[in-house]
Structure formats: structure tokens, C-alpha cells
């Protein structure tokens, strides 16, 4: 069975970082590609940062600079280290896998983010 579970998320003032973690179990996870996305209320979900199985990086534009993403096969985990956190980042962030060139072959349930003062 696969779960896919994000932690890490809260309240942070602006200016101030999180770091969210992803633990994908029940998957290949070292030839799987794992993407945060990211959904704030009345907008569409965004692809926030991916990394391939070869640790390929890529990221919004919004948060090039800012965030990091990264991954530990030993621990099937993925994190998102968030830096210089805007309001505008608050949103709840999902965690992706995916095989081949998808990100989006499963899912787990999100993590709420909010940056206010």
C-alpha cells in the first residue's frame, strides 16, 4: 500500500523558514520523482519544486532563491527547506511521486503553511 506523508508545516512570521518533510513508503522511491506542490484557497494547485531520481532540481519562479528542495533515499524522504516565507506562500503544500517523467502518480494529503504576522 502506498502512503505518502507530509509534515512540517505551520505558522511562520514573514521573513521566517520551515522546512517540510515527505515520507513516500509502498514505492521505488529511489527512481521515483517527487514534487511539492502547493494550493492557497480560490486558486489552481502549483508545482512549487521537483527532483528527479538522478536529483534533478527545478522550481517555480515565485520561489527560485528561496526554497530548496531536496531528497534521502536511505529514509525515502523528500524535504522542502522554505526560507524569506512570504504571506503569499501560505497555501497547503502537497507532496508528490511519480515514475518516469510524472510527478503526480500519487499523492499524500498536505500540510498547511501560514506566513503572517
Do not use: H
Request: glycine share 12%; hydrophobic share 35%; charged share 20%.
Amino acid at each position: 500500500q502506498v502512503q505518502v506523508v507530509e509534515s512540517g508545516g505551520g505558522l511562520v512570521q514573514p521573513g521566517g523558514s520551515l522546512r517540510l518533510s515527505c515520507e513516500a513508503t509502498g514505492i521505488i522511491f529511489r527512481i521515483a520523482n517527487m514534487g511539492w506542490y502547493r494550493q492557497a484557497p480560490g486558486k489552481q494547485r502549483e508545482l512549487v519544486a521537483s527532483i528527479t531520481s538522478d536529483e534533478a532540481t527545478d522550481y517555480a519562479d515565485s520561489v527560485k532563491g528561496r526554497f530548496a528542495i531536496s531528497r534521502d533515499n536511505a529514509w525515502n524522504a523528500v524535504y522542502l527547506q522554505m526560507n524569506s516565507l512570504k504571506p503569499e506562500d501560505t497555501a497547503v503544500y502537497y507532496c508528490s511521486a511519480g515514475y518516469g517523467s510524472r510527478l503526480q502518480d500519487y499523492w499524500g494529503q498536505g500540510t498547511q503553511v501560514t506566513v503572517s504576522s
